[in-house]
């Protein structure tokens, strides 16, 4: 509830949220950061709460996403990690480029052995490179770099069919946004997006669209890096 939500960014309540996260364990420290997760997803879903509460230079914002870092990366808890990473990804919007300290931590969990924390930190870098993000180009050539094919390939192949559609979506957004990326050849990502075209699973109009564009967006880019090589070749 956004209206809620803002109450408690404006007496502090964050601010005290986030130390509790810190110190506190068990029931009381799973509640808050619930709390925290619902405040971020209303933020996410209104652009004068995320202005007015999670501002860049703002302490509580700080304190907020440092314990959520803290729990993505330090707390061996799956139950914790999870809504941690989803507070993550429904704040993308509020980062800057230059902040990419969230992004390593997110894609680091692409390999996690717990395929929920996998496919939420998925969902959450989704909200990165979406065309809603302004960044997206940004974001998505940082993402790559932080190794971030590999892990999507490897959980393309291991997880059930819902889940596919998730990593193929991230997939097609990187492959949208930043094309030219030698690691997207190099992973044959172009083949997968080609294989997944014919997926009995693609029924969603919007996921299908998204893949054709990306398989349109990686094919332009590899016929004029060919012809670039043959130039140089020469006849």
Not at 22 to 34: A, F, S
Not at 46 to 57: E, G, H, I
Not at 62 to 74: G, H, R, S, T, Y
Not at 110 to 120: D, H, K, P, R
Request: net charge neutral; proline share 3%; charged share 20%.
């Amino acid at each position: 509830n956004v209206a809620n939500s803002r109450r408690i960014t404006e007496t502090k309540g964050l601010l005290s949220l986030a130390k509790i996260v810190e110190k506190e364990v068990g029931e009381l420290q799973y509640n808050c950061l619930m709390t925290l997760m619902e405040i971020t997803a209303a933020a996410e879903s209104s652009a004068d709460l995320r202005r007015a509460a999670f501002k860049t230079n703002s302490p509580a914002a700080k304190a907020v996403i440092d314990q959520m870092l803290w729990i993505i990366k330090d707390v061996d808890s799956p139950i914790l990690k999870i809504p941690a990473i989803q507070s993550i990804g429904s704040l993308a919007r509020t980062f800057p480029a230059r902040e990419t300290r969230m992004i390593k931590p997110l894609v680091e969990k692409l390999g996690s052995s717990n395929q929920e924390v996998a496919i939420t930190a998925v969902i959450s870098l989704q909200k990165f490179v979406c065309p809603e993000n302004f960044l997206c180009a940004e974001h998505s050539k940082n993402i790559i770099e932080y190794g971030a094919i590999p892990l999507l390939m490897k959980l393309i192949r291991n997880v059930e069919q819902q889940m596919q559609l998730q990593c193929l979506a991230l997939l097609c957004y990187l492959s949208v946004n930043a094309s030219n990326h030698q690691q997207l050849e190099q992973a044959k990502v172009l083949t997968v997006l080609e294989g997944a075209e014919r997926l009995a699973g693609l029924q969603n109009m919007e996921l299908r669209e998204l893949v054709s564009k990306a398989i349109y967006q990686l094919s332009l880019y590899n016929a004029g890096s060919h012809s670039q090589m043959l130039s140089y070749v020469g006849p």
